[in-house]
């Protein structure tokens, strides 16, 4: 490009809005459908500065509640509105937890979610028993408990013997039910 042709782009990018100009991908209120307008109809006077991520992440969102049940619906605005109700402090604590959740590997997330299942397996008494257990700790033990269960991803030594245990648990596991499945007088196959 010579130097006209920058200039005159230049000029054109600060006369025009840059989302028409680059097409950042923004959505246009007239692209959204007919239902997706509606369902977003709130948003529809402050569109044009919502940044484009989040248009999209609305129109996804739009796209998702015109696919759900009536009692789906019903279910979801009352989650909706009990996290109105919640307090700023305990939002925000949800919000970094979620955010820590998504900073996972697959693998620490799978084993998240093992052990998760395996706590609300657990009778409703004996949960309470180990939240109790956990609330009496002074923080240096469960910071230390944190570390020793691969829970502090800041001082982790562990998180790759934690993965590894994850993926030695699933091939132990097919191959027990490889064993099961040939029978016991054909093992030796």
């Given at each position: 490009?010579?130097?006209q042709?920058?200039?005159?782009?230049?000029?054109?990018?600060?006369?025009?809005?840059?989302?028409?100009?680059?097409?950042?991908s923004?959505?246009?209120?007239?692209?959204?459908t007919?239902?997706?307008?509606?369902?977003?109809?709130?948003?529809?006077?402050?569109?044009?500065?919502?940044?484009?991520?989040?248009?999209?992440r609305?129109?996804?969102?739009?796209r998702?509640?015109?696919?759900?049940?009536?009692e789906?619906?019903?279910?979801?605005?009352?989650?909706?509105?009990?996290?109105?109700?919640?307090?700023?402090?305990?939002?925000?604590?949800?919000?970094?937890?979620?955010?820590?959740?998504?900073?996972l590997?697959?693998?620490?997330?799978k084993?998240?979610?093992?052990?998760?299942?395996?706590?609300?397996?657990?009778?409703k008494?004996?949960?309470?028993?180990?939240?109790?257990?956990?609330?009496?700790?002074?923080p240096?033990?469960?910071s230390?408990?944190?570390?020793?269960l691969?829970?502090?991803?800041?001082?982790?030594?562990?998180?790759?013997?934690?993965?590894?245990?994850l993926?030695?648990?699933?091939?132990r596991?097919s191959?027990?039910n490889?064993?099961?499945r040939?029978?016991?007088?054909?093992?030796?196959?």
């Open positions: 490009m010579n130097k042709s920058i200039l005159f782009m230049m000029i054109f990018l600060w006369i025009f809005p840059i989302s028409v100009s680059l097409g950042s923004g959505i246009a209120w007239s692209d959204l007919e239902v997706e307008q509606k369902i977003l109809q709130p948003l529809q006077k402050n569109w044009d500065q919502i940044p484009a991520d989040r248009q999209k609305l129109k996804t969102g739009a998702r509640w015109k696919a759900l049940t009536p789906e619906r019903k279910r979801a605005g009352a989650r909706l509105e009990h996290w109105k109700k919640l307090p700023e402090k305990r939002k925000t604590t949800i919000r970094k937890r979620f955010e820590y959740f998504q900073s590997s697959k693998d620490e997330r084993i998240f979610l093992i052990q998760k299942s395996r706590f609300e397996k657990l009778p008494k004996r949960r309470q028993e180990l939240r109790e257990q956990w609330k009496n700790l002074s240096k033990k469960r230390e408990l944190r570390k020793f691969g829970m502090d991803r800041k001082n982790n030594p562990r998180t790759r013997s934690l993965e590894h245990r993926k030695d648990r699933i091939e596991r191959r027990k490889r064993i099961d040939i029978g016991p007088g054909n093992r030796h196959r």
